[in-house]
């Protein structure tokens, strides 16, 4: 299947739910063909999970591509928040303290604004980043007031072994609780549901590009 045939099945479930979610194609471990073919269909919210690897897809095309919005996805280690600043739009896996400490202040050095979403670990599983559902509410108020971060949405994960769907609900009540507009939820193994249940951007990777490499 090419990338356009794969848009448009996606499209099509876009239209059943009438959702006006944002499609982050998710390029990690991805062939410089396949960024191509997409970015040629006027594809242009992308993510990756890694930010070397962000810099090898992204730092030329940003300047041939204005218009384009980077979201990492993965867990984002503090001495890289300089690099992540300087590069993505929206960082998807705010989980904690001092992350989101050392974030602000590079956002003043480099006098920039981002939005952010606060990853919660909605299965509450020891190995998964995230927020825990019942220290959302100080973490929030420490993004906003000791921070100063712009808090738009919620992201999760949901347990490989538990249906996604009761993630995606739980997620969103989260986020209806704390007064959050944004919902990431949905892959390319759940991204339907996710729709029926309000998501806001779905993280698509291999339901849009085809198969990727293998972890190396
Ligand atoms: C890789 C990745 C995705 C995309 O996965 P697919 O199953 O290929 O759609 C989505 N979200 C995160 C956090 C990822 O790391």
Redesign the pocket.
Known sequence: MSIAENLKAIRHIFKKYQSKADLVA?S?RQPDERIEEALSLGHRVFGE?RVQEAYEHWEKRRDLFPDLKLHL??PLQTNKVKDAVALFDVIQTLDREKLANVLSKELKTQNKTLSCFIQVNTGEEDQKSGILPNDLRPFLDYCRQDCDLNIEGLMC?PPLDEPPALHFAFLKKLAEEHNLEKLSMG???DYEKALALGATHI?????FFGERAEKV
């Open positions: 998710v990690k999970n996805i993965g994960i892959m390319s193994g993280r698509i990777g291999s339901a």
